[in-house]
């Protein structure tokens, strides 16, 4: 079946720093969406990509989806304690909606 | 609107009872995802409906588990017999055309 996985499954960085995560699906996906989960929340929504090569920016984050619709980055660029939280990627095939990926949690030292 | 509603947020069981988790989608939604979140296994995808009808169930762990959607503004998730290892946070989400999903607080279930 669909696979999603995400690395690194953790990362811890000074405030200030730039965080990347990264998100590779089994099978070619007809669109890519990321969220965000503070510890004890619910996922929230940030983003979705649907094109090939498509690159998105939020104020400091940027979500690329690959050329191949297989894989995505999200990159934050100066972080800020309220980036805090965990990263999903989450891949939707057509035939099988939403899988999401292990996530990976970040952690801000101010 | 008030968003996705799900009820209880938190249901302590004992070993073989059943237990119903309801969810309330936001009005106007066509699909309806029920997810499952533990530290060992993450988010897992475990049925999804469009219309009501159930679309994908290839994720509900066995036969214990059922879902249903009776209307557009209702779904529950029951487990019967419950077991410890059933013990998650059960998250409920709507989408408008597998859009933006629109997340529950989510329901904190522990079986003891």
């Known amino acids: 079946g669909q696979q999603v996985m995400q690395i690194p499954q953790y990362q811890h960085v000074q405030e200030g720093e730039d965080f990347t995560t990264y998100c590779n699906s089994s099978t070619t996906l007809s669109n890519i969406q990321w969220y965000k989960q503070r510890p004890g929340g619910h996922p929230v929504f940030l983003i979705q990509l649907v094109k090939s090569g498509e690159v998105k920016k939020q104020k400091r984050l940027t979500f690329q989806f690959g050329e191949a619709k297989k894989n995505s980055s999200l990159h934050i660029t100066a972080t800020q304690t309220t980036d805090v939280g965990t990263y999903f990627c989450?891949?939707?095939?057509?035939?099988?909606?939403?899988?999401f990926g292990s996530g990976t949690r970040l952690q801000v030292q101010p | 609107d008030a968003g996705v509603i799900q009820s209880p947020r938190h249901e302590v069981t004992e070993m073989g009872q059943e237990v119903t988790l309801r969810c309330k989608p936001i009005?106007?939604?066509?699909?309806l995802f029920w997810y499952r979140q533990t530290m060992m296994r993450g988010l897992e995808l475990l049925i999804y409906?469009?219309?009501?009808?159930?679309?994908?169930d290839s994720g509900m762990p066995e036969d214990r588990f059922s879902a249903k959607m009776p209307n557009a503004s209702f779904s529950t998730l029951k487990i019967q017999p419950s077991e410890p290892r059933d013990s998650a946070v059960y998250f409920c989400a709507s989408s408008f055309h597998r859009a933006e999903a629109f997340f529950g607080q989510g329901t904190r279930l522990t079986v003891v």
């Open positions: 989450a891949g939707d095939t057509g035939r099988r909606a939403l899988t």
């Open positions: 009005s106007g939604h066509d699909y």
């Open positions: 409906f469009n219309n009501n009808v159930p679309i994908d």
